[in-house]
């Protein structure tokens, strides 16, 4: 891999190959550690890209020993060999230059060796962003969304931005952030939705990725007032078909993440207990117990294109919950408790589907044959639920008696019953809540994670 040279540096880390030994290059980054034998010193400088050694001696070991670790600094020198176990080759400075010096002591350390826990992190995230573990998180979030992008758009969706500041609420409920819009109530927007069935009239086929506002009160690791939701609307498609897209999708997600970012997914999934410059022996390890949990691996590694995703009814995850002693009656809703005792059942991806109608928002379909029973779907990870989707009712009458039933004003929804009167054609989507799907992606066990910076009830910073 290589690269012009920039400004300041000629090389970034994993550029440094054998064809330049002997040559002198300048590199650029952050001292990580210094490990000083008297007369030579031994400088870990990590860039982007990875890590570096830097041999030092003489004045420049004096220079060395002034400066704090995670300082910003440009050397230069000669590229030579290195002895070292786990390094090929290694910078035999001849100049150090202090591009910034970084304060001691530093909030959290980002070289992983001092744990913190996840807020104070996030209270100093950009520096927390200099441990390789979490910044693989934000790379791979990057990969999946372009993944996402190409793979929707393979299917001949269009990609959408609908606004997110409202005048009326989307999905219903409580959870809705209000705020002042040149003296007019508006609402940040709970969800897309009533914009992407909309887009169904005109484009068929939409997706859009987006931050989306729930006040949501609960204090949970899956839970935030600001979230990343994929959402997909298309005419002509029923429940079932959308739902073999978001299979895919899955699928092309995991597949591409483990062929194009595997060193990534490594370092998400190894439990390191050791230094982060030193080689995990797990690595592989790692990858296994991913492809275990995700039901890709049985014995032989099997092609994430084949993973298989169990469906199984709301009323038999009913019947399953009352076998591990649950007292639920159908129309109940999946409490947390039910929903871990069922992500125990089943582990990894599985389908809920045909859930009550009454437990679901008023533009889902109710079944033809089963009126109780609407067209809908979640998809889980374990307790996890990762999507929601449906078949909509695409009826006016229809849509509009069921905004009042369920107790909304149906004034706040004129301009979107309007759309109904235009031919508006039978559709299906769903919503993929992204900041979970990371988190399974990653293994990470809070949502705040995978999230640069999270928003909930207690934070509202950095
Ligand atoms: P729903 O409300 O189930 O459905 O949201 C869709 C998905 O978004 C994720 N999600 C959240 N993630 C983090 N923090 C939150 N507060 C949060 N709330 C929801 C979940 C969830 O499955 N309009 C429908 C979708 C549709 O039918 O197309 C909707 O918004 O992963």
Redesign the pocket.
């Given at each position: 891999m290589t690269e012009k040279p920039k400004m300041i540096r000629s090389h970034l880390a994993d550029c440094i190959t054998n064809d330049l030994v002997d040559m002198d290059i300048s590199v650029a980054g952050w001292i990580e550690d210094v490990r000083d034998i008297g007369k030579l010193g031994f400088v870990l400088m990590r860039d982007f890209t990875g890590m570096m050694q830097i041999i030092v001696a003489g004045d420049l070991l004096s220079q060395i020993r002034t400066i704090p670790r995670q300082s910003c600094v440009l050397v230069e020198g000669k590229v030579q060999r290195s002895k070292a176990k786990n390094v090929d080759f290694e910078i035999k400075a001849n100049k150090i230059s202090l591009i910034a010096k970084a304060i001691h002591p530093l909030p959290i350390d980002p070289t992983g060796r001092v744990e913190s826990s996840t807020d104070k992190r996030i209270d100093s995230r950009a520096l927390d962003l200099r441990d390789p573990k979490v910044s693989a998180i934000f790379r791979l979030r990057s990969s999946a969304l372009q993944t996402i992008r190409n793979f929707l758009r393979s299917r001949r969706f269009t990609e959408v931005t609908t606004p997110k500041i409202i005048g009326t609420s989307t999905?219903g409920g409580a959870n809705l952030f209000r705020c002042d819009y040149f003296g007019k109530n508006a609402y940040l927007a709970q969800?897309p939705?009533l914009y992407k069935e909309q887009l169904t009239v005109g484009l068929e086929r939409v997706f859009e990725i987006g931050p989306y506002f729930?006040a949501?009160k609960s204090h949970t690791v899956?839970?935030?007032a600001e979230?990343t939701?994929v959402?997909v609307e298309a005419a002509f498609l029923d429940y079932t078909d959308v739902m073999e897209i978001v299979a895919d999708l899955v699928r092309r997600v995991i597949s591409d993440l483990m062929h194009l970012c595997n060193a990534d997914l490594k370092l998400t999934w190894q439990k390191v207990t050791e230094p982060n410059t030193v080689a995990n022996r797990n690595e592989d390890e790692a990858i296994h117990k991913m492809k275990e949990l995700f039901g890709i691996s049985n014995g032989s590694a099997l092609d994430p294109l084949e993973l298989k995703i169990e469906q199984l009814t709301y009323e038999r995850a009913i019947d399953e919950l009352r076998g591990q002693g649950e007292s639920l009656s159908f129309g109940d809703d999946l409490s947390d408790m039910a929903l871990r005792k069922l992500g125990g059942l089943h582990k990894g991806f599985y389908f809920i589907t045909d859930w009550p109608m009454r437990l679901k928002p008023f533009y889902i379909h109710e079944k033809e044959e089963n009126q109780e029973l609407s067209c809908s779907f979640d998809l889980q990870f374990g307790y996890l639920?990762?999507?929601?989707?449906?078949r909509r009712q695409h009826d006016p009458d229809k849509l509009k008696n069921r905004i009042i039933e369920q107790g909304l004003d149906p004034s706040g929804f004129v301009d979107h019953l309007r759309a109904f009167q235009w031919g508006m054609p039978p559709h299906s989507?769903?919503?993929?809540?992204f900041?979970?799907l990371m988190m399974v992606l990653t293994n990470s066990q809070n949502?705040r994670e995978v999230v640069l910076y999270p928003r909930d009830a207690e934070r509202l910073g950095p």
């Open positions: 999905e969800s939705q729930r949501e899956r839970h935030l979230f939701s959402d639920e990762l999507v929601s989707g449906g989507g769903w919503g993929l809540g900041d979970r949502v």
